[in-house]
């Protein structure tokens, strides 16, 4: 069966060879060839040898390659001239001989294919000095870029981990002095009790001591679950319970009141007044204790929870995504940013009625880490950071779209910036400070990845990047 191969006029419309001469264009015209794959089909596959160089003459395509255990697609096109495979057949490195991504078929696809000896020759003889200049780039520039790219997700990395780790010395701290408190009052509880129980053991009738305790014991009770709150040190100290002011504040805390206390004077012995209500005391602040180890070990869990659903651990990348769910992870993230003392108010505006999104949950929340963490360096510690979320209708070229914007009172954004703000490696930031890729990749992620759009309004004092998703989902999804 004959191949079916693309003149020379044919090939020079595609924009890779469009300034090649006659004679080249059918060179590659005689050692090329179509091929056609269904939708669906797996075209080339990382790490396989690297055969041929494939060019896209219609359909739609995705490239994925694989980062941390997962596939991740990285590029998602119609667009015709497209090439992938063995496009760095001229160079002689190990990493050029393999195929560096998976390719596969969104739609129907035809391709016109070129053997990877054949493009690798090509380029050599026709272009040495380009062949030269890429090499110097394939070995220099794209570990330049790799090393600058793995720093950005370090720094990244380590800004959410700044503030989880924050975030969770507090309660985690709060839950170990919770319980070293209550380990001294329990002692100091049994200790009250113990000379209680001593003291009402002789008593000529066995009964009414026993009685006395109990009585005590229900009145102790009673303050765990109390209706009134009062100013409580001058009755003790009225009544002879020394330290009486320093025992005030845990029962007040439990809302006892002198009424109460005038029972447990009326239940036991004078001289036992003062254990009773040490007692008393310990047991509030026993059962206040607990109120804390309580509260703080449902911090530590709902800020795991809040981690889980910001790195989308042991979850599929593409999923039904509620934004606010991100949104309020990634501040719950960066909290220790956010506050009360920085000066910093965060304001929330949600539309709760959204819809949820087919979307890639986790980068998402790499576009709003990146946003957010953005503005507040810009309001220098004090400002407004609005968190909106809207439908919008626009009728652009995204359609109906889910509309999360991300406002600072900072500066603003001069005119000048607002035109290469989204460009690899622009970045107002002091050295150190910044790589400028933040806002090159929330591009890539909300226009690339889920066929959206991210525009930035600013004035000074208004400054607000505008994230639009369509309620579809991806492109293709």
């Known amino acids: 069966m004959t191949a079916e191969r693309l003149s020379p006029d044919e090939l020079r419309e595609l924009f890779l060879f469009e300034k090649l001469n006659g004679e080249q264009l059918a060179w590659l015209a005689k050692r090329g060839e ?8 797996v075209v080339h596959s990382s790490g396989e040898p690297a055969v041929l160089l494939f060019v896209l003459l219609e359909g739609a395509i995705s490239l994925s390659v694989r980062a941390g255990g997962a596939e991740i697609e990285v590029n998602r096109t119609d667009y015709r001239g497209t090439y992938s495979g063995a496009f760095l057949a001229y160079l002689d490195l190990p990493n050029a001989q393999s195929y560096r991504g998976t390719l596969r078929t969104v739609t129907g696809c035809r391709f016109w294919a070129l053997p990877a ?50 975030e969770l010395n507090n309660p985690a701290t709060a839950t170990a002095r919770a319980a070293t408190a209550l380990r001294e009052r329990l002692s100091a509880l049994l200790d009250e009790l113990v000379i209680i129980a001593h003291a009402c053991s002789p008593s000529p009738t066995p009964t ?3 009685g006395q305790i109990a009585t005590l014991v229900d009145l102790v009770r009673q303050t765990l679950h109390p209706d009134h709150r009062a100013e409580l040190g001058d009755w003790l100290e009225g009544h002879g319970v020394d330290g009486g002011w320093a025992l005030a504040p845990p029962l007040v805390a439990a809302g006892v009141d002198t009424a109460w206390l005038e029972r447990v004077a009326a239940t036991v012995p004078a001289g036992l007044l003062p254990p009773a209500v040490r007692l008393a005391a310990a047991a509030c602040e026993t059962a206040g204790l607990l109120d804390e180890l309580a509260e703080a070990a449902g911090r530590i869990t709902r800020l795991i929870g809040q981690a889980k659903q910001y790195t989308q651990m042991d979850r599929a990348p593409l999923q039904q995504v509620d ?22 108010e965060v304001v929330r505006d949600y539309d709760r009625s959204l819809p949820k999104l087919l979307a890639y949950a986790g980068e998402l ?17 004090h400002g407004t950071l609005t968190v909106r979320t809207r439908r919008d209708h626009g009728g652009d070229r995204n359609g109906d779209c889910v509309l999360v914007e991300i406002g600072d009172t900072g500066p603003g954004v001069p005119e000048h910036v607002q035109a290469h703000i989204f460009e690899p490696f622009f970045t107002t930031k002091p050295v150190g400070k910044g790589t400028g890729l933040g ?10 990845r889920h066929g959206g759009d991210l525009r930035v309004v600013s004035a000074p004092g208004d400054s607000r990047f505008r994230v639009l998703l369509p309620v579809g989902g991806p492109p293709g999804s």
Not at 34 to 41: K, L, S
Not at 134 to 153: D, K
Not at 325 to 341: F, I
């Open 208 to 210: 009414s001591g026993e």
């Open 117 to 166: 000896a054949d493009f690798g020759w090509a380029v050599r003889e026709w272009f040495p000095m380009a062949t030269h200049l890429l090499e110097g780039f394939a070995v220099q520039g794209m570990g330049t870029m790799e090393t600058v790219s793995t720093r950005e997700r370090l720094v990244a990395l380590g800004t959410v981990t700044a503030g989880l780790t924050h």
């Open 323 to 344: 934004v606010h769910d991100g949104l309020d992870s990634t501040l719950a993230m960066l909290a220790h940013k956010l506050q009360a003392g920085t000066g910093i």
């Open 34 to 41: 179509v091929r056609h794959y269904p939708a669906g089909t």
């Open 365 to 381: 929340n790499q576009v709003w880490t990146n946003l957010i963490d953005n503005a507040v360096d810009a309001m220098d510690g």
């Open 439 to 448: 806002l090159d990749i929330c591009w890539r992620i909300v226009v690339q």
